[in-house]
């Protein structure tokens, strides 16, 4: 009577039992315990290596040291004699001078004023000055004294638009009333029929002055000259303001001229 042999399955055959086996799970799980094994093996390979360099770069330099030791014979060391003594030079003898005594002159008795040179002006000849006017030119004076060197004056900055812009005193009325009083007609205007607007540009300096005032565009006929002339008539503005301060500020005014019929 024959014997059946029975072997127990492993858990990835009962897993994949009928399952297709040529699926990658199936091999990774197959070739796992080999991998695992593999890695291991290199692992402690590379623990090994460590350990073992250090252990062997100490027993060189022991060995190098031991023969340093073996080379060094302190019993076959050379004398070194010292050099001769360079010779001595002769010792000068010290020659001592004789120190000078001062001699003492004996003065001469004589009954001769005897006026003693110092360089310096005698008082008689002070007695013999004049007290005459000299005549003294201011101008040369003036020509020797320094340039007064004139100190640069800072250019303010000019504004476009400020916090508070400048105006005429007493506002738009009274600035067309100005223009409407003061501006005259031009004669080459009226002849030819123009009328139109002038548009100006100047600048409102921080006192409320008119400055660099310019035009902008005409309409010709002597217009543009007549606005010019009556802005520079002006008086004084409000000046602009900016954070509290007066500043320069570009204003731009129309002037405006029209027939009456």
């Not at 001595?88 to 001769?112: C, D, G, H, M, Y």
């Not at 004669?187 to 548009?199: M, R």
Request: proline share 8%; glycine share 6%; charged share 25%.
């Amino acid at each position: 009577m024959k014997t059946q042999e029975t072997s127990t399955p492993q858990m990835d055959e009962i897993i994949f039992e009928k399952r297709n086996k040529i699926y990658g799970a199936y091999i990774l799980r197959k070739m796992y315990n080999k991998q695992v094994n593999k890695a291991l093996l290199f692992s402690v390979g590379i623990l090994i290596a460590g350990l073992a360099y250090p252990l062997a770069s100490s027993y060189k330099a022991l060995e190098q040291g031991r023969y340093l030791i073996n080379v060094y014979d302190p019993t076959n060391l050379t004398t070194v004699t010292p050099p001769e003594d360079p010779k001595q030079l002769p010792s000068l003898p010290l020659v001592k001078e004789p120190l000078a005594r001062p001699r003492f002159i004996i003065p001469e008795v004589t009954n001769e004023v005897v006026i003693e040179e110092t360089g310096l002006p005698n008082q008689d000849e002070f007695t013999n000055t004049t007290n005459e006017p000299v005549d003294i030119k201011y101008e040369q004076l003036a020509e020797k004294q320094p340039d007064i060197i004139p100190v640069p004056e800072v250019k303010q900055e000019t504004f476009i638009d400020v916090q508070e812009m400048p105006s005429y005193l007493g506002g738009d009325t009274e600035r067309r009333r100005f223009l409407a009083d003061n501006i005259k007609y031009p004669q080459q205007a009226s002849e030819l029929g123009i009328q139109g607007t002038v548009y100006l540009q100047f600048v409102v300096d921080s006192k409320g002055n008119i400055t660099e005032s310019k035009i902008l565009r005409g309409i010709g006929g002597g217009c543009e000259e007549e606005a010019l002339r009556v802005v520079k008539m002006m008086p004084q503005w409000h000046p602009g303001r900016q954070n509290g301060k007066s500043v320069r500020v570009l204003y731009t005014m129309p002037v405006s001229f029209k027939l009456q019929g």
